[in-house]
């Protein structure tokens, strides 16, 4: 009888016991699971709440709560522990507490990015990364495998461009940054070009690289044109080459950003051109499938860099037809077709100026205030100009304008584009103005609109330039300008009748525009 007495009494005490244990991991538990509810700044606002309370469960002396409790879920890449967060929010004093009470910060609880010392790297924590090396060090783990965790921690550091850790990581902490973390993987470098993490870039590269790692983080740029600041640290600084061939493909920088297909509007431009006119890239290296920059241009239908490439006119008849066999799109088809069939620099730099703008169907609008033309097609037609200038002495994009003899361009450049007015007086190498250049070409378009917005008469050219437009009756005028518009009605004719905007060329509302700037500066005299 008495036995029984002591049994039942032991096992109340017992069962009391365990049960307070698990309310107080169960509590912890509870406070995970809305850990996982809560996004952004609510997340860490109640965990910094809840911070004292949860000091309080893990060390409470009868029933400490188990640090590895992890929160309830289904997924495994959603359930974390204490420590997870921990090292999410960077909690130096709290961490210093789970590994004195034996937390686990090695497991990745079924998904490598859970590991904590990955997830601190990530969230940029360098004292909490380094507070986990010095544990791992101590729990005399197998070589191989804490070599791995820091080396991944590297890889996360390059990442997420956080450049004090990868210092650690590289000098205290053994990483080696010329290391993939497997077999056919990327470097360090390689992983903070296609993240767009210059400083990491930079960090980095203070390592000796082979030519061949270096070339793979330039071509890896090519591929997020929006890191044009990469490209140009890795060849101007670094000594990147701008002709590196991936090994496999054979392809250069310069094919990766013509066959991006310009989903990325200008910064796709904008890059080729850093490529072909600052580090004067190669457009001739064939890839593995004999194609040059050109065909994969054509091949991804990206017009505007196929108007760009053949604008540096370095593409002879023989690879301009045969860019045409891999075109993708009506525009860019008709667009081949139309400059190898036009014979002469000027006439074809006139196709390439009317296809900039013509398969958009932007036309000037008629009361002379300016054209509705997309920002990304005037930024295209202000550089296929600068090309144009840059291979004739150096010139600007409104003498290059002027030279094309596309006055409706000129006109377009001006009243859209602020830096072709600040250029519109300036001098090319041979001391000659845009107005001097439309005056000796017998521009008389060109030269009413550089006259419309004020540019002043050479004093050579001043007295058969009054006679003939600022001297001018309204009643002659009238008569000269239906004479000059009847020139063109040949030209508008077939377009009198359609609605078809997007086959109508931008040379007839180029002429239409001009004729408006002339009308207002008749208005003015």
């Known amino acids: 009888m008495a036995f029984r007495k002591i049994f039942a009494v032991l096992t109340f005490i017992f069962s009391s016991h365990l049960f307070a244990a698990e309310s107080n991991t169960q509590k912890l538990q509870s406070i995970l699971d809305e850990l996982l509810d809560l996004r952004g700044t609510e997340k860490e606002a109640y965990y910094k709440s809840q911070k004292n309370y949860i000091k309080e469960l893990l060390t409470d002396s009868q029933d400490p709560a188990d640090p590895n409790i992890e929160n309830q879920c289904d997924n495994k890449i959603y359930c974390h522990d204490i420590m997870h967060y921990v090292c999410w929010f960077g909690d130096e004093d709290m961490l210093d507490l789970l590994l004195s009470l034996g937390a686990d910060f090695i497991s990745d609880r079924g998904d490598e990015f859970l590991v904590p010392l990955y997830v601190a790297t990530q969230q940029g924590h360098l004292e909490i990364v380094r507070k986990l090396i010095e544990a791992y060090k101590k729990a005399k783990l197998l070589e191989n495998r804490i070599h791995r965790h820091i080396q991944l921690a590297l890889n996360d550091a390059a990442m997420f ?9 590289i000098e205290d902490a053994g990483a080696n940054p010329l290391m993939s973390t497997h077999e056919g993987g990327t470097i360090p470098l390689v992983q903070a070009v296609r993240y767009g993490r210059l400083e990491a870039v930079q960090e980095l590269m203070q390592y000796p690289h082979s030519e061949s790692q270096v070339g793979d983080a330039l071509v890896t740029a090519s591929q997020s044109p929006g890191y044009i600041d990469i490209a140009n640290l890795l060849i ?7 002709n590196y061939q991936d090994p496999s493909t054979r392809e250069t920088s310069l094919m990766v950003i013509a066959g991006s297909g310009g989903t990325n509007g200008d910064d796709e431009i904008h ?11 190669n457009f001739m290296i064939k890839s593995v499938g004999d ?9 991804s239908g990206a017009l505007p860099l196929v108007i760009l490439l053949l604008a540096y006119e370095v593409y002879s008849e023989y690879e301009i037809h045969g860019a045409i066999e891999y075109e993708q799109s009506q525009q860019t088809l008709n667009l081949l077709k139309t400059y ?9 730099r006139t196709v390439l100026l009317d296809s900039i703008v013509a398969p958009h169907g932007q036309v000037f609008q008629p009361d002379g205030q300016g054209a509705n033309v997309q920002r990304d097609m005037l930024g295209l037609a202000c550089l296929v100009l600068d090309i144009f200038g840059y291979q004739k002495s ?13 006055a409706g361009i000129l006109y377009l450049l001006l009243q859209n584009d602020g830096l072709a007015i600040s250029l519109i007086n300036e001098p090319n190498a041979n001391g000659q103005t845009p107005i001097s250049l439309a005056l000796e070409m017998n521009n008389q378009l060109a030269a009413n609109i550089l006259l419309s917005y004020g540019v002043p008469l050479p004093s050579e050219n001043e007295g058969a330039v009054q006679a003939s437009v600022r001297k001018i009756s309204r009643q002659k005028f009238r008569r000269a300008f239906l004479e000059a518009f009847s020139n063109i009605l040949p030209q508008l004719a077939p377009y009198m009748q359609t609605t078809d905007s997007e086959h109508t060329p931008f040379s007839v509302y ?3 525009g001009a004729f408006m700037a002339l009308l207002n500066l008749q208005s003015r005299t």
């Open 161 to 169: 461009g956080h450049k004090d850790i990868i210092q650690f990581l």
């Open 236 to 242: 101007g600084e670094f000594h990147a080459d701008v």
């Open 271 to 281: 890059y080729l051109d850093m490529l072909v006119r600052k580090h004067k890239a």
């Open 291 to 299: 194609q040059h920059a050109l065909v994969y241009a054509a091949s």
């Open 340 to 348: 190898f069939e036009t014979s002469g620099l000027l006439a074809r």
């Open 394 to 406: 150096g010139e600007s994009i409104v003498h290059a304008a002027v030279r094309s003899g596309h």
């Open 510 to 512: 180029a002429h239409i």
